[in-house]
């Protein structure tokens, strides 16, 4: 599936200092594997994690799970250093904290694109996604979300957002309301992914649930997780209900229908489908094939 348009339930951190994690980490069932070389790796240990990432990229088949690398800042040591290493190791997406500003994007997209010319890759191989992690970032979402054909997707950090705002994290979320509303329209509007933030506490599966639920009735495609036990639970959330997937298996089969009929009118029970109406029920089938709860066999018929 293109990254463009494959399915991110859930990306899961995964240390970029701890090798056990990234050999096993595919065997969860994530969607999507991220593995960190900033904020979970100390100053001692980046060059060594970017090493450890760099062999688990060139050794190991994470069979279908995207693999994002979150590299550092261009601003530190480090973060031009990650992009070198990690182009070499092929790998395919790479993830940009504490955006701020278009400029930032861009900035490293240049960077990669450097390290792909001097690796004899394709210019534009590489693509990227942007965490928003401040106030400023939040306000610049959309110019960040539209500055590079690279960008498949933007992801909110709760943690450093609340300290910029100064607020504290909820159980109802209100501080998360606007930049989440203004994340996923600006995603949305640049036609990329909206990744929400993580739950830190991984024994309150209840809360979990409640933001995953909340989330995903915004808009947003899929959480950040930081522990396996907490993949299971945000995919049933995203698993669509049997009336969701019958209902939208009808409104594909009329849609056929019509194709095959030559007309460009298409209509289920007398209410007539159009394009959104037919994205969204593609986009459950797509839901209920990944959970499991639909065959590729069921949904063809």
Do not use: W
């Not at 945000?234 to 409104?251: N, S």
Request: with cysteine.
């Amino acid at each position: 599936m293109p990254a463009q348009h494959r399915l991110r339930r859930t990306m899961m951190f995964i240390p970029g200092n701890h090798p056990g994690m990234m050999r096993d980490a595919h065997i969860y069932g994530a969607d999507s594997l991220m593995f960190d070389l900033e904020d979970s790796v100390s100053l001692l240990e980046k060059d060594a994690a970017r090493m450890l990432v760099y062999q688990a990229l060139k050794t190991i088949d994470y069979g279908g799970a995207e693999v994002v690398v979150r590299i550092n800042p261009l601003s530190t040591p480090y973060g031009r250093q990650d992009i070198a290493a990690m182009v070499v190791a092929g790998a395919r997406v790479l993830r940009m904290p504490k955006t701020e500003t278009a400029r930032d994007v861009l900035d490293c997209e240049q960077a990669i694109a450097e390290a792909e010319s001097r690796r004899g890759l394709p210019v534009g191989s590489t693509l990227m996604m942007a965490a928003i992690e401040s106030a400023l970032g939040v306000v610049n979402a959309y110019a960040i979300a539209a500055a590079s054909p690279r960008l498949i997707g933007i992801a909110l950090g709760a943690e450093d957002y609340c300290a910029d705002i100064r607020a504290r994290r909820s159980l109802s979320g209100v501080e998360l309301q606007l930049a989440r509303q203004t994340i996923l329209v600006a995603a949305r509007a640049a036609g990329i992914a909206a990744l929400d933030t993580v739950y830190a506490d991984v024994n309150n599966e209840e809360q979990l649930i409640y933001e995953t639920t909340l989330i995903k009735e915004l808009g947003f495609d899929g959480k950040s997780v930081i522990h396996p036990r907490q993949i299971a639970p945000v995919h049933r959330v995203f698993t669509p209900g049997a009336a969701d997937i019958e209902q939208a298996r009808r409104i594909i089969a009329a849609i056929k229908e019509a194709e095959a009929r030559g007309s460009g009118v298409i209509s289920l029970n007398g209410k007539m489908i159009d394009r959104p109406v037919a994205l969204r029920a593609q986009h459950v089938i797509e839901l209920a094939l990944a959970s499991g709860v639909l065959s590729p066999e069921e949904a063809s018929l």
